[in-house]
């Protein structure tokens, strides 16, 4: 019998996307008033999201998309490069920048700040 090993990145991705929604889902059905009202634990998440996402999630995000990538969000038929492996200033290795664009936020590359959506 053989064994299946799954890289720490992948293995975290994947307990983030499950056992801590689970986790919240249990919590809310014991302690409603919790997630409820201005007093939320959402309020947490609200006031300082970077504290809660995983360090990958988060690369590059400080920095402009370039130019190449970022005149395709407006051009549908400017996007020829984003089956390109991205930069590694942005994202993990393998990723393309469709990827990178994908997987993170709505105004990435933009002034917008992450708490600011």
């Known amino acids: 019998m053989g064994a299946y090993y799954s890289k720490e990145d992948i293995t975290q991705y ?9 986790l919240f889902d249990r919590a809310q059905h014991g302690c409603r008033i919790a997630f409820e009202g201005e007093h ?3 309020r947490l998440l609200k006031d300082d999201p970077e504290r809660y996402m995983h360090a990958s999630m988060l ?3 400080d920095k ?3 130019e190449v990538i970022a005149r395709g969000l407006k051009d549908v038929n400017k996007r020829g490069d984003w089956q390109r492996s991205a930069d590694p200033g942005y994202a993990l290795p393998m990723e393309t920048w469709r990827e990178v664009r ?3 936020f709505p105004n990435r590359g933009s002034s917008t700040s992450v708490g600011g959506w």
């Open 14 to 22: 994947i307990c983030k996307n499950t056992i801590i929604p689970a």
């Open 102 to 104: 994908g997987s993170t």
């Open 59 to 61: 690369r590059g995000i």
């Open 64 to 66: 402009e998309l370039p």
């Open 40 to 42: 939320s634990v959402w």
